[in-house]
């Protein structure tokens, strides 16, 4: 069975740049979870979609934004880049709704913001 | 307060050594307990799942909680250099809170 994939691998961009990472989930998998993973500083939550819909979302700034499409798999959306994106940034999934469901996590997007 | 205190280390080990990797948390309404392997430039993987307070053991590894403390461990038994990797705790309480609590994580290398 195919795991969580993510695209591109890496990603660089310069500052005030629009930049789209992408992730499709484990068939059968309703959930998306975005993370973002600087360095030193954790796991850090973005964004959940369940259904369609957006359903819980961590302490970030309009800019990072995002949506699941109806074959459940996801865009995250990041405008007007600033230096300190430079981050990893996770997929996960799960088969249903909440975070008690297990989350099985794609290799990320390296992003670079120049 | 962070939701979830975790040592970053970095922490090195012989190979047989016993390791024992902690969390600390603040909220009380987490139920659920987790620990993730993350290998240098992949995702985090499951590793251990636990609900509230005891003891799971799964092979090499033991995953505690303590909940009247507000503390979780992992131990790993006879550590071998595969098990060389970022450890990550993390937490889940419930619909109300809506997402999982990470941990920093914290990086173990265990040398031959």
């Known amino acids: 069975e195919a795991g969580v994939t993510q695209s591109p691998t890496h990603l660089i961009k310069t500052r005030g740049q629009q930049a789209t990472l992408r992730c499709s989930p484990i068939?059968?998998?309703?959930?998306v979870y975005w993370y973002q993973q600087a360095l030193g500083l954790g796991l850090q939550f973005l964004l959940w979609y369940d259904e369609g819909e957006e359903r819980n979302r961590g302490n970030f700034p309009p800019r990072f934004s995002g949506r699941q499409f109806p074959n459940y798999s996801s865009e995250l959306n990041v405008n007007a880049l600033e230096l300190e994106d430079s981050a990893l940034y996770l997929c996960?999934?799960?088969?249903?709704?909440?975070?008690?469901?297990?989350?099985?996590f794609g290799p990320g997007t390296r992003l670079t913001v120049l | 307060q962070k939701e979830v205190e975790q040592d970053p280390g970095p922490l090195s080990v012989p190979e047989g050594a016993i390791v024992s990797l902690n969390c600390t948390y603040s909220n009380s309404a987490f139920q659920y307990f987790m620990w993730y392997r993350q290998y240098s430039r992949k995702g985090p993987e499951l590793l251990m799942y636990?609900?509230?307070?005891g003891n799971k053991e799964d092979g090499r590894f033991t995953a505690q909680v303590d909940k009247s403390s507000k503390y979780i461990s992992l131990f790993i038994r006879d550590s071998q250099p595969s098990d060389s990797a970022t450890y990550l705790c993390?937490?889940?309480?419930?619909?109300?809170?809506?997402?999982?609590?990470f941990g920093r994580g914290t990086q173990l290398t265990v040398w031959p």
């Open positions: 993390a937490m889940w309480g419930g619909s109300t809170l809506g997402r999982l609590y």
């Open positions: 996960a999934s799960s088969e249903g709704q909440g975070g008690a469901d297990t989350q099985y």
């Open positions: 068939s059968g998998h309703t959930s």
């Open positions: 636990t609900y509230s307070s």
